[in-house]
Every structure is written in C-alpha cells, then in structure tokens.
C-alpha cells in the first residue's frame, strides 16, 4: 500500500508553487489544478487547507508583499516570497498554532532551497516579535491597509469615493455558498428540508425565488441530486438574471457570452420551452458549459463563435431576449477569485469595455421590436457598467431603458448595481433595453 501522501510534496510547498504561478499570470484554477496535489490516504484535509492558504494568501496577497518589503533588505527568489507570503498569511489570519505555523514554513522553505531555511525562520520570527509595530507601519498606505492594489483603489475612489472600505472589505471576505433549486424537480422549501435533515443549514430569501443560503459552505458532493441538475452553485446577485430578463415560456432567447452555461441553466429552469441559443468565443470553455447543460437539463443550440460576428453563426432570425452577460474586470467577484487583484491592469479596463460596447452594437439589431436586452458583468466599474450603457443608449435612439429593483442592489444610471457583500451577494451590475422602433 502507498504510504499516506508519500509521493506529494510538503503542503506548504505546493501552495507557495500555486502563489508562484499566480503572481507569474496564471489564473487561481489553473494553478491549483497544477500544483495542488490530489486528497491521499489518511491526509484528506491537507488538499482544503492548502485551497483555504491559497485563498487568503491572495486576499492579504498586497499586505504581505508589504510586509515582507518592511521584513527584507533584498527581495527574496519569487517562490520563497510566494511560501513567505503564506506564512505571514497563516500568522496573521489562521488558526494554526504559530509554531506549527513557523515550523513548517521553514521545512518547506528547505525543500523549496535548502540556504532559504534560516532566513525563513529569523524573518518569521521577526514578524512575531514585532508585529504590532508593523501592522501599524502599514496603516498609512491605503493600498497596504485594504489589501487591494493601488490601481485598483484609484478606480473605486473616483466612481464609489464614499464606498471604498467596505468594497474592500466586501472582496477580502471568504465568500458565501449561494444555491439555485431547479423548480422543475421539486420546490426550493422541500430542497432546504432535505437539507436541514442531512445537517446542511440554508435560509432562502424571498428573491430570487430559487436561492438558498447556506450557513456553511460544503462540498457539492454532499447536496442531494447535484449530479441530475436538482440544485446548482450560483450567487444570488446572477439568479437575478431571470428576474431582470422576464423571458415568457416560448420565447427565443440568446445567451450570447455563455459559458460557464449559469445564467442559461437558471433561465431554461424557470421559464419553460425556451429557444435556447448559447454561443461562447473561448472553445476551451465549452465542455464545461456542455456539462451544465446536461447537468441541469437544458436544451439548447450552442455555437462555438464571436457573437458579435453575427454573419458567421446567425440564421436571421430574431431574438426576443437577448442576454449580453458581457467580459469584464470581474471586479464585483474578487472575493471569489482573488487571483483578479494580481492578474488584472489598470489597462484592462478600456479594453473590456471597448469588447463590452462592440458586443452591444453588433447584437442589438438581432433583437425583435419589443423584445429586450440585458447586459450584465461582474464589475463594479463604471466605465463597464453605468457609462457603458448611458453611452450605448445616446448613440442608438431605438433603445429604451426599462425600469428595475432588485434586493440589496442600488440604482446607478440606467441599470442596477450590487456592490460586493451587500445581501451577501456578489457585485454585479444590470441594465435592461427594450428596443422601441
Ligand atoms: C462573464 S462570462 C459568462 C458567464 C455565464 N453567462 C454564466 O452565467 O455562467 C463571459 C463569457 O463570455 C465569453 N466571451 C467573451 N467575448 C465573447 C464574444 N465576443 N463572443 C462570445 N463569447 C464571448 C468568455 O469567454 C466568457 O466565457
């Protein structure tokens, strides 16, 4: 028999490998799916506690990098800043006892470079003596104190300048388990009875209709009838696409930017014999939206194309919804995906909402008289969000902004936005167009 987790390296060192990779561009998945060795025998926690390290490491990725900066008079090799980083993480964030803590940081910085170990160990040990006086020599910069990088602050300062702190604070904390309960299998309130009998606590909102809250986040594994599309994971704040959309049953709908397949899936669930077309740009990402479809049941057309590239995959016939759930910073899902604060520019901005507005412009003339569209992101800035669709709608007289009102979300121009945390919901952003010629 395999000697429990003989074969993997220290945990402490696959998570500075997964930072390491980060900090070189690599998305959060791809670096766990990389690095992260599999659950072995007998270690069953180590895989969710090395995730947990990665996680928080990310969201006090800024704050270390500051610290370490006070701690060393040159910067160390990138993978012992990446384990460094960790360390300081797990000192200040976890409830690992420090010796532990300390101990083995310094046996996976001798694994990662065998000269690294005692200046591992006199740095951490540094930190725990002087930490007070440290933590307080990073109060001054913003960037430091609110964990989130300094162009990143600029951009929230000018379009949120009252809302600052509590966006950061809203993308550092560890985000909530949101479930969706396809109402074609059962009612939301048998679900959660089930689930309070296997010992899973959820509340359930009054909107949207199909969500659930657990108290505590557990392994889709454990919910009953995930594999057969009963119940799905999807933040409350995207469930309110079906709401925002009013599709009625019948009616031909695009989801033009769909993969991971969430929005498409929650539609089809809850308005029934949708004409379903879902196209996706990135190839790579179809299995995973074909997964969802068949997961949860949904019929539809799916194409492999740029949707504003209509002349290669239209049939001219048009859409009386169309959903525009449009690439963007994902600034409102940081707290999901801390990678976000390291992978993206202050660049990105203007070239995600130029893609956002080319999108607009192509798929508007699809759309029949009356019927609507909803564009949607994961962003909380404005240029890819309020400025976005005010801009849109000055150039084409044909749209109309349709009202709305969703929970927890506050109205910014001609749409809706939720910023992060609020209702313990992601940010994100809506705005519906009713196109009146
Ligand atoms: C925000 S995600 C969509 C999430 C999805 N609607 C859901 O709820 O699961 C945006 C998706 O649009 C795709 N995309 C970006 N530009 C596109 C384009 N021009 N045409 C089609 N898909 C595009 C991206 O690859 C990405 O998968």
Request: hydrophobic share 45%.
């Amino acid at each position: 028999m395999r000697a429990p987790n003989s074969s993997a390296e220290p945990i402490r060192v696959q998570v500075a490998r997964v930072l390491h990779a980060v900090a070189r561009g690599s998305s959060l998945d791809q670096a766990l799916a990389r690095h992260l060795a599999p659950p072995a025998a007998g270690y069953e926690r180590d895989p969710a506690f090395a995730r947990a390290l990665c996680y928080e490491s990310l969201r006090h990725g800024v704050s270390s990098a500051a610290l370490l900066a006070q701690l060393c008079q040159r910067p160390p090799k990138p993978l012992i800043a990446a384990l460094l980083g960790a360390a300081l993480t797990e000192l200040r964030f976890l409830a690992t006892p420090v010796h532990a803590a300390v101990a083995e940081s310094v046996a996976a910085a001798r694994v990662l470079d065998s000269g690294a170990a005692g200046f591992a160990n006199a740095l951490l040990r540094r930190f725990l003596r002087e930490r007070e006086t440290l933590e307080l020599q990073l109060q001054p910069n913003p960037s430091a104190r609110l964990d989130h990088p300094a162009w990143l602050l600029a951009r929230y300062q000018e379009d949120w300048p009252d809302q600052v702190e509590a966006i950061c604070a809203g993308g550092n904390q560890a985000a909530p388990m949101w479930l969706r309960v396809d109402p074609r299998q059962g009612s939301r309130e048998a679900y959660q009875a089930e689930l309070a009998e296997l010992g899973i606590e959820s509340s359930a909102p009054e909107s949207p209709a199909q969500a659930l809250l657990l108290t505590t986040p557990v392994a889709v594994e454990r919910l009953p009838g995930f594999a057969q599309g009963r119940v799905s994971v999807q933040d409350a704040a995207a469930q309110q696409v079906v709401a925002v959309m009013a599709a009625k049953p019948g009616q031909r709908v695009l989801d033009a930017c769909a993969a991971p397949g969430g929005k498409s899936a929650a539609l089809a669930e809850q308005v029934p014999d949708l004409v379903l077309t879902v196209i996706e740009k990135d190839a790579q990402r179809c299995p995973r939206l074909e997964d969802t479809l068949r997961r949860c049941r949904v019929s539809a057309r799916l194409v492999v194309a740029d949707a504003a590239d209509s002349a290669s995959w239209w049939d001219g016939e048009r859409f009386d919804r169309i959903l525009i759930d449009a690439p963007c910073t994902g600034t409102g899902v940081i707290r999901r995906h801390p990678d976000i604060k390291f992978l993206r520019r202050a660049s990105d901005v203007a070239a995600l909402a130029r893609e956002q507005s080319r999108l607009l412009d192509a798929l508007w003339p699809l759309l029949t008289p009356g019927g609507r569209l909803t564009y949607a992101t994961c962003s909380i800035l404005k240029p890819e969000n309020q400025a976005q669709i005010e801009a849109f709608c000055q150039r084409t007289p044909s749209a109309r902004v349709l009202p709305l009102s969703l929970p927890g979300f506050i109205a910014a121009g001609p749409g809706l936005q939720c910023l992060p945390g609020s209702l313990d919901q992601d940010g994100f952003y809506y705005a519906c167009l009713q196109r009146s010629d």
